[in-house]
């Protein structure tokens, strides 16, 4: 089962940026459906966003669309998250999900998690 850890996380501003990385430990990547998970305290884990592996192709959840961005780096089995003008709702842990039937679902294995953390 592939191995994923989160980095990148840390506590910021209402209005600022920051970039969140999965490095996973497969190379065969292109068969798990990679996404992006948060939780906030109190609140059911919720989907944030999920890249194709093989042709990058991507779909946001809508309380993030436009502000946040989710990429991949084949050659290094690294997924990011950018995310630009943050806000205090954004705080939460942030979680890389694999899901090897390749579907945003949340199945597979999951990364310890990386706490984000919004002030206004």
């Known amino acids: 089962q592939v191995q994923l850890e989160e980095s990148g996380g840390g506590l910021v501003q209402a209005g600022e940026s920051l970039r969140l990385a999965c490095a996973a430990s497969?190379?065969?990547?292109?068969?798990?459906?990679m996404s992006w998970f948060r939780q906030a305290p109190g609140k059911d884990r919720e989907f944030v966003a999920t890249?194709?592996?093989?042709?990058?192709?991507?779909y946001y959840a809508d309380s993030v669309k436009g502000r946040f961005t989710i990429s991949r780096d084949s050659a290094e089995n690294t997924m990011y998250l950018q995310m630009n003008n943050l806000k205090p709702e954004d705080t939460a842990v942030y979680y890389c999900?694999?899901?090897?039937?390749?579907?945003?679902?949340?199945?597979?294995?999951w990364g310890q998690g990386t706490q984000v953390t919004v002030s206004s």
């Open positions: 497969s190379r065969t990547l292109s068969r798990y459906g």
């Open positions: 999900n694999a899901d090897p039937t390749g579907s945003n679902r949340g199945f597979g294995a």
């Open positions: 890249i194709r592996w093989t042709d990058g192709s991507t």
